[in-house]
């Protein structure tokens, strides 16, 4: 059993506290707001994270992890110490590294001899070898080890991951073999590496996962422009196993806690090496154009959008989570009330107005009088919804189903007019 402290009790910090006490590890998880900090260590987890209050209420009531206020615990007397706090993109488009730098400053002189650092943040290429140099401290080994959590899964990624991966920064090999060890009881393939190439990992997959998106959703206009259909194309597409299954749904654009920050952070590593990358480029300049490119599917489908009542359907980034940062369901409502469209919304995680959407209790109190519904995100329970009741209460039987989720056959005996991503309008 290891002592370990976690820097951050944010998405990431939290999953990795709970995570480690559940292979056995002794944690303790620090964080500067103390509501957080109050009601953590009662159990209480107010993300929409599945399996992650269980766990955090399981190592709370087993005395294996524990949650306080500044970052004195988390720092000395453990073997090592996670930093799990924000890199948020900057003015510059780099990421932001305030926070691992302030937490440097305070672990200077706290952390014991032997004790390893871990970046778990996502950093910039060579971030570990600087920090090292900033740490100044030959007694103390720094390490890269990226983490690779989906929202919504992320319980299940950190105790039954595809891969860890680990990289040493110079004089860090030994503590990069110590922090392999915690994840003995996981059985996932190790990817030991130097820091710097760890830290690409994070970056290059997703960043690579977003170019997929892009693609997709590339090929979706042109399935429409030339009368494809964009299911069959993905369908052919998966059946090569380089290609894949995954990330081939086309959709409203791609969002979230990282891709928007990773894919930005990678490109200005990139420009700051002189290495010109216009896929990359590209990957962020069609998705900042799907959210443009729906809106005019909805206007050719409903007709002028001033002054009519619009059901969205989701406003999350993606099914299975609460978090809303940079949602593409967000940048689609923001244009159609630029063009004066009257927003009602409903999603299951979402309790309050998000901007320019009044957010109702039901799929059905947002179908009412409306004069076009627009599903966003690709919550389940969309499906297999009552279409011919729904059918009855809209003012117009328009759908763009933005996610393809809704059954045709239903939706279309019900009355609906269906416009889809990549597929021929359905009357």
Known sequence: MARIGVVGAGYVGLTTAACFARLGHDVVCADVEPAKVESLSRAEVGAHEPGLPELVEEGVRGKRLRFVLGNDEA???????????PTPTGADGAADLAAVHAVLREARGAVRPGCAVVLKSTVPPGTAERVAGLLGRDDVGVVSNPEFLREGHAVDDFLRPQRVVVGASAGGEDAARRVVGLYEGTGAPAVVTDSTSAELVKYASNCFLAMKLSYVNSLAELCERVGGDISDVTEGMSLDDRIGTAFLEPGPGWGGSCFPKDTK????????????????????????????????????????????????????????TDDLRDSPALAVAALLAEEGARLVGYDPCVRRDCGPVRVLGSAEEVARGADGLLVLTEWPEFAELDWPALADSVHRRVIVDTRNL????????????LVNLGRRAAA
């Open 265 to 320: 952070a990678l490109l200005s590593a990139a420009e700051e090496a002189r290495v010109d990358f216009p896929l990359l480029r590209a990957t962020i300049g069609t998705n900042g154009h799907q959210a443009r490119r729906v809106v005019d599917l909805a206007r050719a489908a409903i007709g002028p959008l001033r002054g009519a009542r619009l059901g969205l359907l989701g406003l999350t980034f993606k099914a299975g």
């Open 406 to 417: 809704l059954p045709l056959d239903k939706v279309v005996e019900a009355g609906f007019h």
């Open 75 to 85: 720092l000395s007397g453990v073997d090592f110490v996670f930093l799990c706090v």
